[in-house]
């Protein structure tokens, strides 16, 4: 399990980066997969990078933390992401031109392809995502 | 019967991206750009060695795509060596949206 509480700055992006990619290669399930390991290390990356720039609009000044567990039972990668700055409005999001390309709206449309869920909620206090991956076959008692 | 003959010399620049091509590296390479495209409007923009590229980066692909046309210029993209950010490249269809080449030098031979 990680837990880490992290400034929002873009120049922290990649100690989020690394610290999550760390955590993923001592996983035997998925250390000998480097593209599992490069999308989700990118789906936290593009998260992070909405929070900084939507919710704290780049203020410097907020926080953000991240808890990532893997269960073993399932074989369920579970990330949850925490911030608390201005709410993330769905009906806001803009859609990637996929055919002519355009200037945004590609970083949640990836992690949306990359992972196998994508929630988010807004809390009390600010707002959470959650993140699910699937790393292998789940093993159920008939 | 009269023929006239005309030689036109384009100036190509070429942006060479390595490591990270993210949020982080955003204003350096808006500054390159810059640049170059006040010099030219035939770019190369070589992304061989970059091994992480998010959609900021991509926003900026497009943002230089967009101003190259404008002017009538061309753009060729050599997309990364690692598969990993290879594959986001053919997931956002971006391989569709540039025009790639495999290398520098074969960018460079079709001008």
Same mark, same amino acid.
């Given at each position: 399990?990680?837990? $880490? ?6 120049? #922290? ?8 990619? /760390? ?5 035997? =399930? ?20 909405? $929070? $900084? ?15 990532? /567990? ?8 579970? =990330? ?12 806001? &999001? /803009? ?12 970083? #949640? ?8 869920? #994508?929630?988010? &909620? ?8 959650? #993140? $699910? ?10 | ?6 030689? +036109? ?6 942006? !060479? ?25 035939? @770019? ?20 230089? @795509? +967009? ?23 053919? @997931? !956002? +269809? ?18």
């Amino acid at each position: 399990m990680v837990d $880490i509480v992290i400034p929002a700055r873009i120049d #922290l992006l990649v100690e989020i980066a690394s610290t999550v990619r /760390r955590f993923l290669q001592t996983l035997p =399930i998925i250390e000998q997969h480097p593209q599992l390991i490069y999308n989700i290390e990118l789906a936290v990356h593009e998260i992070c990078t909405n $929070i $900084i720039t939507h919710a704290y609009e780049f203020n410097n000044a907020g926080s953000i933390a991240i808890n990532v /567990r893997f269960y073993s039972l399932t074989n369920q990668l579970e =990330i949850n992401i925490y911030d608390w700055g201005k709410p993330f409005y769905a009906d806001q &999001r /803009r859609l990637p031109d996929l055919e002519h390309g355009q200037e945004g709206g590609y970083g #949640l449309f990836i992690v949306e392809q990359v992972l196998d869920s #994508l929630c988010y &909620r807004r809390t009390a206090t600010g707002n959470h995502w959650q #993140l $699910i991956k699937q790393l292998g076959a789940t093993y159920e008692h008939c | 019967m009269s023929i006239a003959s005309q030689t +036109k010399v384009i100036n190509i620049g070429i942006l !060479t991206l390595s490591d990270r091509f993210d949020i982080a590296a955003l204003s350096t390479f808006r500054q390159a750009a810059d640049h170059i495209l006040a010099q030219t409007n035939y @770019l190369v923009i070589d992304m061989a060695a970059v091994s992480f590229f998010d959609s900021a980066g991509m926003a900026a692909l497009v943002n230089v @795509l +967009k101003r190259v046309r404008e002017q009538a210029g061309d753009i060729r993209v050599v997309w990364p060596i690692a598969e990993a950010a290879r594959r986001i490249v053919s @997931l !956002t +269809k971006f391989d569709r949206v540039f025009t790639s080449s495999p290398s520098v030098e074969s960018a460079l031979s079709i001008w």
